[in-house]
């Protein structure tokens, strides 16, 4: 009875048609896994991650710089995926490279406490040194994760599996977020901080141990050409290198601004939970609301069109953020509960269009020229540039106190206006895109636009027929 009930839940997940039990259950422990991952990840990345490093007496340039590190190593993905590629064993890379991923940052909320308050200095490059170690796992880690994930998720319920993943390693993150989000404002010191990264090293661990109970097929290896040859040759492929590149600036543009609403948010005087119940909760909430639609939809017309869709009702997040000011916040909220509608679904869709747009063959290879041009270009680069703009060029138009609209902007709402601008100019880009077997823009909207409409009347005429009946 217990076995019928898990089955026919799974079945509600996703579509089990020609699948093995191994599969299944592989696929279902991915699920679970990732609930682990996203708690580690809210909490390691979240608002309690921007205000530890200001109460550590962090610069807004250093801040950027940190934050830069990760996708600095992500973009040496593409060695790591021709070492997997030629040598290292797939399941084992990740496993060792996760556990140590996960597992420093245990350490790292002791800093405070290992090294003296008049030493704030040294209190930092030790914080700085401990996610530096974090990030250098990040090429090896998520080559064979991709890779993993590529091969155990078949193509035909890609969008709805991951869209259900989403939403349920969202719902995990809320849980996270909401039961560990006062930590820092109740506990003293940096207590709260270092009981809050320890429950992210832990619950990371386990994510990574629950993978040593699934089943994958072989990696997809071939007699491969040698490096510059491998590398070449996903240069070459025109369509795909459209997408690195819309990906790159549209990237650079969130790094540029969403990299920094979590410290200006803390410069408004927004206490931990605040910004944890605004900026991890809100947009968990609506996330999980519409992820798996969006994911329905990606499966029914392709990934393009709604893709394209999606980045268009995007655009206006940057420009939102220019006209927050203190006590707003109700249009906080507005703004994460758009993200939270709109963000989960576009991680999705990016995702099924680099791994659909890759062959078989050398996969890694192109999955690591994507994170070349996004992590490194994208998110290192606007990271490190967005902290210098704010500390030494916005700060200065800041001084001028030019009066706009209603409004005196901040050294913040110059860097989001110059996003949104950057944002207008990725979308440029992703019309090049080219998917095979997908609906045109204009026939998803029409056949969107249908479905609402025949969905309206089939509710009217069932409502009209119940007060017949009364």
Request: a positive charge; one cysteine or more; aromatic letters at 16%.
């Amino acid at each position: 009875m217990r076995r019928g009930f898990f089955r026919g839940f799974s079945e509600r997940l996703f579509d089990h048609t020609g699948l093995t039990r191994e599969q299944i259950k592989t696929l279902n422990l991915i699920i679970i896994a990732a609930m682990g991952g996203m708690m580690f990840g809210t909490i390691t990345g979240g608002f309690a991650y921007v205000s530890f490093w200001k109460a550590l007496g962090i610069s807004n340039f250093l801040y950027g710089i940190i934050i830069a590190m990760p996708p600095v190593f992500n973009a040496l993905q593409v060695f790591a995926s021709y070492l997997l590629e030629k040598w290292l064993p797939r399941e084992k890379t990740f496993i060792v490279t996760g556990i140590i991923q996960r597992s420093v940052w245990i350490v790292f909320g002791f800093v405070p406490f290992i090294v003296p308050m008049e030493y704030p200095t040294l209190r930092i490059w030790l914080a700085a040194v401990l996610a530096l170690i974090s990030a250098g796992t990040v090429p090896l880690f998520n080559s064979a994760l991709y890779s993993l994930y590529d091969d155990a998720v078949p193509v035909r319920i890609r969008g709805r599996y991951f869209s259900v993943r989403s939403r349920i390693t969202t719902a995990a993150a809320l849980v996270a977020g909401l039961s560990l989000g006062r930590l820092p404002d109740v506990l003293p010191g940096f207590t709260g901080y270092a009981v809050m990264f320890t429950i992210a090293g832990v619950l990371g661990v386990a994510d990574i141990i629950l993978f040593c109970f699934m089943t994958f097929p072989p990696m997809h290896r071939t007699e491969s050409p040698k490096f510059g040859a491998m590398f070449k040759k996903v240069l070459a492929d025109k369509n795909y290198m459209r997408l690195v590149a819309f990906g790159t600036v549209w990237t650079f543009s969130s790094f540029l601004c969403g990299g920094f609403t979590g410290p200006y948010l803390v410069s408004m005087g927004m206490s931990n939970m605040q910004g944890t119940l605004l900026s991890q909760v809100t947009t968990g909430v609506f996330g999980v609301l519409a992820v798996t639609s969006w994911g329905r939809g990606y499966d029914k017309y392709g990934t393009r069109p709604v893709f394209i869709i999606n980045t268009r009702l995007c655009l206006l997040f940057p420009l939102l953020w220019c006209f927050v000011q203190p006590g707003m916040v109700w249009l906080i909220f507005v703004i994460y509960m758009i993200s939270g509608l709109l963000s989960y679904a576009y991680e999705v869709g990016i995702q099924n269009l680099f791994m659909g747009q890759s062959p078989p063959e050398n996969r890694t290879m192109y999955i690591a020229v994507y994170f070349i041009g996004t992590q490194l270009l994208g998110s290192a680069f606007a990271s490190a540039l967005g902290g210098w703009l704010l500390d030494n060029v916005f700060s200065r138009v800041e001084a001028l106190q030019w009066r706009v609209l209603w409004m005196y902007p901040t050294r913040y709402h110059y860097q989001f206006f110059v996003a949104f601008l950057i944002r207008i100019g990725a979308l440029f880009l992703l019309p090049g895109v080219k998917e095979e077997g997908s609906y045109t823009v204009g026939e998803t909207l029409e056949q969107m636009r249908a479905g609402f409409t025949g969905a309206i009347q089939f509710r009217t005429r069932s409502i009209m027929n119940r007060m017949r009946r009364t």
